[in-house]
């Protein structure tokens, strides 16, 4: 499975200079609330999405599906791989932070709430479009893709007056927020699992087409 | 495993698609030979290559290769497997090199030397762009990685379309040194029949969805015959016995599965000969209803 991982990992080189885009214009640019959970979240669900339309695009399941690899761990591959993109995107928002304190003089907020709700849509997005993408294929998870993400900019912008009125950078401990940290983390990640059992039970049947 | 003993092994295995099924198939490959799978196009070739590598899920029956239960053992079956298909699947934005580092970490018996010799051999170069290939130097790209791992089995779906003479006749020189050692074994789909009869040793023809025969072509030019003869000889119970016919205003030429009877019925009166694979699988396609020039 580690070989797939890095496949999807070395297959979107190119791509990680739209993440350094992605992280210059929402972070520095459009500067507000929500600039650190669209920094970690579009650049983690973008990823996911280059990977899987250049595997559509070259029809690469195919080649894929030649390798020694069992079916299994194609599907767990794919979830695996939204977990490090994960990382690059909450890394990414950290570093906008670290940036903007260090060297601008334009803090943006980084806090354990902003990257729970990163997380969360992030794991809310991956729980949505594998099972659709192995469901029906390429043409629905794209389409599912864009409404996802227009859904996830929606949540995020909605979210960013919310926000503002809320408690940030509170550390875990304390009450409410370390609450609420947790029901996101936890729920999407509930959702997630539930996602990665059916789209398993959806790929273990499917014909790999081209 | 030795020389007698069976690459793959076909047990009932059934597909069915909407607008097509493949019947149940049982059938044997040898081991150290190169396997020609025939048939028209939509025959089913490519679904059979599918359901034998894992990647479609078959209604029914079982795949064994190297005598191991496929998917049970697909991990371990699969690392001696070199799959060459009739397109590139390969992600077109890389380069070669990248696109061979994305790919030899998959197989313990990765051989770079090999692969840089390959790619010296087809002249190309690690710093190109896939997208950037002709087809045939995509189908050779696909070649270099299927061989540079040491596989025991090679499975080729239509290698050899689109490709221009001389490198058909260089692939199938190829095949022929890739087959020296009796381990070894070849799986090989194509319509264009004469490849195989340059190089095939068995032959299994698919048609319709159907397995019509899987022997080698000794036997397969034994048993059939193609009979040339005046019209007059075709009466209902000699037509009964032609897979094929195809009919002028002269006279006829028909397929038959029986040789023997072929010559008691019309032995004397027409002109038998062995049919070329392409007869068989012209006459066989097309049926008694055959075409009337």
Not at chain 1, 47 to 61: A, D, G, N, Q
């Amino acid at each position: 499975m580690f070989n797939l991982i890095r496949k999807d990992m070395l297959v979107v080189r190119f791509y990680y200079l739209f993440i350094v885009l992605y992280a210059i214009f929402f972070g520095f640019i459009m500067n507000n609330e929500a600039s650190t959970i669209l920094v970690g979240a579009l650049s983690a669900i973008m990823l996911v999405m280059f990977s899987v339309s250049l595997e559509t695009k070259s029809k690469s399941i195919l080649f894929i599906g030649s390798l020694p690899v069992k079916r299994k761990q194609i599907v767990q591959a794919k979830y695996a791989v939204v977990i490090v993109f994960l990382i690059i995107g909450l890394f990414m928002s950290l570093l906008v932070h670290l940036v903007s304190l260090y060297v601008l003089d334009n803090p943006v907020e980084w806090t354990w709430m902003q990257a729970s709700l990163t997380t969360g849509i992030v794991l809310l997005f991956a729980s949505l479009f594998f099972p659709v993408y192995y469901w029906l294929g390429d043409r629905a998870a794209q389409v599912v893709s864009l409404l996802a993400i227009f859904l996830a900019v929606s949540v995020i912008v909605g979210m960013s007056g919310v926000m503002s009125e809320m408690t940030f950078g509170l550390p875990l401990d304390t009450g409410s927020p370390a609450a609420v940290l947790s029901v996101i983390v936890g729920g999407t990640l509930l959702l997630f699992v539930i996602s990665y059992g059916l789209s398993q039970s959806l790929f273990r049947k499917k014909d790999m087409a081209g | 495993m030795n020389q007698d003993e069976n690459v793959i092994e076909l047990d009932g295995l059934s597909k069915s698609y909407s607008r097509f099924k493949l019947e149940p198939i049982t059938m044997s490959i040898k081991q150290g030979y190169i396997t020609g799978l025939v048939g028209p196009n939509g025959a089913g070739k490519s679904t059979l290559i599918k359901l034998l590598l894992g990647m479609a899920v078959p209604d029914r029956g079982e795949v064994r290769i190297f005598g191991r239960r496929m998917p049970e053992r697909e991990q371990e079956i699969k690392e001696r497997i070199g799959y060459v298909s009739d397109e590139s699947h390969y992600y077109e934005h890389l380069s070669i090199g990248a696109m061979k580092n994305v790919l030899a970490p998959f197989y313990s018996c990765w051989d770079e030397q090999q692969y840089r010799q390959l790619l010296d051999r087809f002249e190309l170069h690690p710093k190109a762009r896939i997208r950037s290939l002709s087809k045939g130097m995509k189908m050779k790209l696909s070649l270099v990685f299927a061989l540079s791992h040491h596989a025991d089995l090679l499975i080729m779906d239509e290698p050899t379309a689109g490709l221009d003479p001389v490198f058909r006749r260089e692939l199938l020189d190829m095949l022929a040194d890739f087959i020296q050692e009796d381990t070894r074994s070849i799986v090989f789909s194509t319509h264009v029949t004469t490849d195989l009869d340059r190089i095939a040793d068995y032959i299994a023809f698919v048609d319709k969805g159907r397995l019509v025969f899987c022997d080698s072509k000794e036997e397969i030019f034994e048993r059939y015959a193609l009979i040339k003869a005046d019209r007059s000889l075709l009466d209902r119970d000699t037509r009964g016995t032609l897979i094929g016919i195809r009919e002028t205003s002269v006279g006829f030429e028909g397929l038959s599965a029986n040789r023997e009877e072929a010559e008691r019925l019309f032995g004397g009166f027409a002109r038998i000969e062995i049919p070329t694979l392409e007869d068989i699988m012209f006459y066989t396609a097309k049926g008694r209803s055959g075409a009337r020039v």
